[in-house]
T-cell receptor, first 114, second 112 residues
C-alpha cells in the first residue's frame, strides 16, 4: 500500500492567497484527520471525517479554513485568505479501526505564508 | 479534550544506552498510544496500550501504563542513532469524544 499521500509537500504563498492542500487516505480507511503542527502549539487536530462526513470541526481555527471530502479517496483543506500565522506543517492521517485507534500519517505539507 | 504531556522535553544519550520517556494525563482513558516522528516526516505509530493493560512490548520498545497515576512510560532499550526522533503520546478521554490528543513530544537524540 502506498500509505497516505499528501500534496504538495511544500507550498510557499503570499498573504491573501488561497491555499489548497490535498490528501489521499489509505484505501479502505473510514476515518480521515487533518492536523496542524507548529513549534508553539504542537500537533493540533483541525477536523476529522468518518465515511466522508465531517464529524468534528471544532479545531478549525477560523472561517478562513474549510475542509471537504467529496469521496472516500480524496480530501482537501483550503485556507482562504491565507495569513502568515497559518505557516505550519499540515498532516493528513487515516484510520480503519475507529477514531481512537491507530492513525497512519502522511508526510505532511509544509506551508509558508509570506 | 485532554492532552498528554511528555517528559522530558529533550533527551540526549549515547548509542547503546536505554532511553525512557514519560507521559502524564489528567482524566481517565480508553487507550494510550505512542508515536515517533523523524525530522521532516509524518508520525509513525509505535504501540497502543489499552486501559486494562499494564505493559506491552514491541521489539526494543517497552510501554507501561499506570492508570492510578495517570501516566505511561516508553522505554527504548539498546538505543541506536536511528532512534533519534521526537516521541509523542496520544490519549483519548473515556466518556468523551474518544479523539486522541497529542502531547508536545520528547525530542530524543542518540549519539553514535
Amino acid at each position: 500500500d502506498a500509505g497516505v499521500i499528501q500534496s504538495p509537500r511544500h507550498e510557499v504563498t503570499e498573504m491573501g492567497q488561497e491555499v489548497t492542500l490535498r490528501c489521499k487516505p489509505i484505501s479502505g480507511h473510514d476515518y480521515l484527520f487533518w492536523y496542524r503542527q507548529t513549534m508553539m502549539r504542537g500537533l493540533e487536530l483541525l477536523i476529522y471525517f468518518n465515511n466522508n462526513v465531517p464529524i468534528d470541526d471544532s479545531g478549525m481555527p477560523e472561517d478562513r479554513f474549510s475542509a471537504k471530502m467529496p469521496n472516500a479517496s480524496f480530501s482537501t483543506l483550503k485556507i482562504q485568505p491565507s495569513e502568515p500565522r497559518d505557516s505550519a506543517v499540515y498532516f493528513c492521517a487515516s484510520s480503519s479501526a475507529g477514531v481512537a485507534d491507530t492513525q497512519y500519517f502522511g508526510p505532511g505539507t509544509r506551508l509558508t505564508v509570506l | 479534550s485532554q492532552q498528554g504531556e511528555e517528559d522530558p522535553q529533550a533527551l540526549s544519550i549515547q548509542e547503546g544506552e536505554n532511553a525512557t520517556m514519560n507521559c502524564s494525563y489528567k482524566t481517565s482513558i480508553n487507550n494510550l498510544q505512542w508515536y515517533r516522528q523523524n525530522s521532516g516526516r509524518g508520525l509513525v505509530h509505535l504501540i497502543l496500550i489499552r486501559s486494562n493493560e499494564r505493559e506491552k512490548h514491541s521489539g526494543r520498545l517497552r510501554v507501561t501504563l499506570d492508570t492510578s497515576k495517570k501516566s505511561s512510560s516508553l522505554l527504548i532499550t539498546a538505543s541506536r542513532a536511528a532512534d533519534t526522533a521526537s516521541y509523542f503520546c496520544a490519549t483519548d478521554a473515556s466518556g468523551g469524544s474518544y479523539i486522541p490528543t497529542f502531547g508536545r513530544g520528547t525530542s530524543l537524540i542518540v549519539h553514535p
